[in-house]
Structure formats: structure tokens, C-alpha cells
């Protein structure tokens, strides 16, 4: 299975470490958060990674060069002339290198210890499952619920930002500027979004606060 980091993010909230740095590489403990991505995809069977790249997405090939470092290959799918597609259209610019199989798309502003499976199926005619997570403080309502493993369109808990899509999700959605919650939000009402709540280790650093936060968590761990 590919995976595809979203990495074209601009980074607002997280200003002003974002006005020199792409929000990927600001570093958790030391390491580049995205390069924690990456460890973890190739501890856990992935080694065909997508990034999608925008603002000052220069820095991240020159960063990560081809993965080799870490075993893995890296292809990039560029936004920087397009200034960022939001996570659909990004995902449709590089359906080309993810393939015609089900494939896993992560944030690559979060930090979890959730074991990405790289042998995940989707169902017949399920056409995404997400990875939901109790609500955190700066999203009390939630995103979405879950009946039994079906997703469905009331608030309960937090989408992670982790999810394993088919490429059919997509199918139809011109190239451009475009969002996945109304793409997901079509498909659960048809009943083709399965889901997971997980309750184990997982944060949106979202905020220059939440970073310092994981930071020091991270040091009076190790």
C-alpha cells in the first residue's frame, strides 16, 4: 500500500516559525516532525511515499532527498505554482503516483504512535475508513460519529487526520482548489465510510503552543 503525507499546508497559525520553515520540518524533539512520519510508515511495511509540497516546499526534498535515508522512496507532487490545493485537489494531483489500489493519507501536522497498516482492504464498496479520535480541547464537538464501524454524519469524536481511501473517492472531482469533508460527507450518507475510534497517543500541532507542549512531553520522556 502508498502512503501520501500532506505536506503543502501554509502553515498560518503556526507563524512565525512558518515564515522561514514549512511546518513539516519544524522539529519535535530534536527530529523534523515529518521525518517521524516517515520512521514510523517504514517501521511499520510502507516504502512508497507521496509528499505533496507548497509553501516553501523547496526545503522539503532538499531536506528528505529520495528516502533512501530511511528505506523508503519519497516522490514528491508539487503545489508550489498552484500555492497549495487544499486535501482533495491535492490528493487528485497525485492520484498518479498513488496508484488504482486503496492507499493511506496522513496529516503531516499530527503526532501519534497509531500503527499505520500497510495491508489494509477496504471492503466492497466502501470507499474510505477513518480514524477517529476522542475530542481534544480545541475541537470540543467533534467531526464525525460512529454506528458500530460505519461512519456516520453526527459529532462524536475527532477525525485524525488519518484515513485509507480508494480512489474512487474521488472519482469525477475536477483538478483544482478542493476540500475532503464534503467528499466524505457524500459518500457516508451512502454508507461507504467505515471508521475506528483510537484512543491512544495522538495530537494536532496545530499552534506554535501545541508544539512547545509536545516538545516538553517529549523531553521529560526520554
Not at 474521488?170 to 465510510?193: C, H, N, Q, T
Amino acid at each position: 500500500m502508498k502512503c501520501m503525507i500532506l505536506a503543502a499546508g501554509s502553515g498560518t497559525r503556526m507563524r512565525p516559525l512558518t515564515d522561514t520553515t514549512p511546518k513539516p520540518l519544524l522539529k519535535v524533539g530534536g527530529i523534523p516532525l515529518i521525518v517521524w512520519h516517515i520512521e514510523r510508515l517504514a517501521h511499520d511495511g510502507y516504502t512508497d511515499i507521496v509528499i505533496n509540497i507548497a509553501h516553501l516546499g523547496y526545503q522539503i526534498p532538499e531536506a528528505l532527498g529520495d528516502g533512501s535515508e530511511w528505506g523508503v522512496n519519497i516522490t514528491y507532487s508539487d503545489e508550489q505554482e498552484e500555492g497549495g490545493l487544499e486535501t482533495a485537489g491535492g490528493i487528485i494531483k497525485a492520484l498518479p503516483l498513488l496508484g488504482d489500489q486503496a492507499f493511506l493519507v496522513l496529516n503531516g501536522d499530527i503526532w501519534t504512535d497509531y500503527d499505520f497498516q500497510d495491508h489494509r482492504k477496504l471492503a466492497e464498496g466502501i470507499l474510505a475508513h477513518l480514524v477517529l479520535v476522542p475530542n481534544p480541547e480545541h475541537n470540543p464537538e467533534g467531526d464525525f460519529a460512529l454506528d458500530g464501524n460505519r461512519v456516520i454524519d453526527n459529532r462524536q469524536y475527532t477525525f485524525s487526520g488519518i484515513g485509507y481511501y480508494s480512489p474512487k473517492l474521488f472519482d469525477g472531482v475536477l483538478y483544482g482548489k478542493s476540500a475532503l469533508a464534503p467528499l466524505l460527507r457524500v459518500a457516508i450518507k451512502e454508507g461507504k465510510v467505515t471508521g475506528e475510534l483510537y484512543e491512544g497517543e495522538w495530537l494536532d500541532i496545530g499552534t506554535p503552543e501545541r508544539l512547545e507542549l509536545l516538545n516538553a512531553q517529549l523531553m521529560n520522556r526520554y
